[in-house]
């Protein structure tokens, strides 16, 4: 296996994330290696693209390393955000993960593995999701989890119709 710049930013974010549950949640601390976790997501795609380095293994380890980020960052931050948001909106955050997982669900039985799209929804959900703990603090945050729990919906159902209708999934092609 060949170890590419792209991964090494991929491989930064995996260890920004193993970092996280050591620190306090919204803690200074804690916003910084957040935030230098986003940094290196945006950046690995940008690089990959410009440097030529685009691979399958590489989209399957971007989408690990963002699995692994907001697997750890949600555990750490769903409990402040219960006394914050109100408890319909929960309802909704439970729709759009259960839309995911049957995306998930989905790409096991069909493909027997994980595969994750890289559609412009996905993208667009998850560059939604992103800012949230530095948002958590605004009296309209309750309204934000609302968007970003739609757009989250429509980018399930979306790459849930992609996975129906293709044959094999297709990791490195972006859909929109």
């Keep these: ?12 974010r995996m260890i920004c994330a193993v970092i996280l549950p050591f620190l306090t949640p919204l803690s200074p601390a804690f916003l910084i290696i957040y935030a230098l976790s986003g940094i290196s997501d945006m ?5 990959a693209r410009k ?12 989408s690990a ?14 409990p402040i955000m219960r006394s914050i948001l109100p408890g319909w909106i929960w309802w909704l955050v439970g729709f759009a993960l259960l839309l995911r997982l049957a995306v998930y669900f989905l790409s096991a039985v069909k493909f027997h593995r994980f595969a ?3 559609t412009l929804l996905n993208k667009i959900t998850s560059i939604l999701i992103f800012p949230a703990p530095f948002l958590m603090r605004l009296e309209l945050f309750s309204w934000y989890a609302v968007l970003v729990c739609l757009v989250s919906c429509c980018a399930a159902v979306h790459e849930l119709g992609i996975h129906l209708r293709r044959p094999v999934p297709d990791v490195d092609k972006e859909e929109d």
């Design 1 to 12: 296996m060949h170890v590419t710049v792209p991964d090494i930013f991929t491989f930064f």
């Design 43 to 47: 950046l690995d795609g940008y690089l």
């Design 51 to 62: 440097l030529g380095q685009a691979s399958t293994w590489g989209a399957r380890l971007d």
């Design 65 to 78: 390393a963002d699995l692994l980020l907001y697997t750890i960052a949600l555990s750490l931050l769903i």
């Design 116 to 118: 994750s799209e890289h």
